[in-house]
């Protein structure tokens, strides 16, 4: 069975600490997509990053980085230097196979305070 | 950019009305999808549509139907609404099965 599962359901920083937020996946495909999405007090799903299962490379777009693991089956997300801006729930999800649905983990809430 | 239009983002109904949530998008997408995002539950589909007039279920359909008359337009019904409806409703819509998909700002649903 496809799963998404992000162990902490809510973390708290002080300005400018780095943060990660955990995500570990399950599937049987051999080729998958992975997700982060954002969102904010507002409530709209802001979309963050795609990567694909045959991409290992990490990637980095300016505070954010992403680090996937396929031998661990993670898919990290660290926000380096947190602004209040980033204060947030942070959702991760799973592509599934065929018809391509999104599996969500249930969440990661964010609180970033001055 | 993609945008997704929500037609409300606060509604109130009572129990047993016959309640349409209507979402729109203007990139041409070929897929639309239907979540209610509950908290602790997190978001779930209820349902999706790969083409006009194509519709299927997702993971939690029950005391919900969709319409999908045109491509940019897909409709959420709630055939007679009842309290355990009462959630955050969230419509979004992909091009393509590997791309990402674009959620509008979600419509907080109310039954009483």
């Known amino acids: 069975a496809q799963k998404v599962t992000q162990a902490q359901t809510e973390i708290s920083v002080v300005e400018k600490e780095d943060v990660t937020l955990d995500c570990v996946y399950e599937?049987?495909?051999?080729?998958?997509?992975l997700f982060w999405y954002k969102q904010p007090p507002s409530g709209e799903l802001v979309f963050l990053i795609r990567?694909?299962?045959?991409?290992?490379q990490n990637e980095i777009s300016g505070r954010y980085s992403w680090n996937f693991q396929k031998s661990t089956s993670s898919f990290n997300f660290t926000i380096t230097a947190s602004q209040v801006v980033d204060s947030a729930v942070y959702f991760c999800?799973?592509?599934?196979?065929?018809?391509?649905?999104?599996?969500f983990g249930k969440g990661t809430k964010l609180s970033v305070k001055p | 950019d993609v945008k997704v239009t929500q037609s409300s983002r606060y509604l109130v109904k009572r129990t047993g009305e016959k309640v349409f949530l209507e979402c729109v998008q203007d990139?041409?997408?070929?897929?639309m999808f239907w979540y209610r995002q509950d908290p602790g539950l997190g978001l779930r589909l209820i349902y999706f549509?790969?083409?006009?007039?194509?519709?299927e279920k997702g993971d939690i359909p029950e005391g919900y139907s969709v319409s999908r008359e045109k491509k940019e337009r897909f409709s959420l019904i709630l055939e007679s609404a009842s309290t355990n409806q009462t959630s955050m409703y969230l419509c979004?819509?992909?091009?393509?099965?590997?791309?990402?998909?674009?959620f509008g700002d979600g419509t907080r649903l109310s039954i009483l």
């Open positions: 549509s790969y083409d006009v007039k194509m519709k």
């Open positions: 599937t049987r495909d051999t080729t998958y997509y």
């Open positions: 990139m041409d997408h070929e897929n």
């Open positions: 979004a819509s992909r091009s393509h099965l590997d791309q990402p998909q674009h």
């Open positions: 990567r694909n299962s045959f991409d290992e």
């Open positions: 999800a799973l592509s599934e196979a065929g018809r391509g649905n999104l599996i």
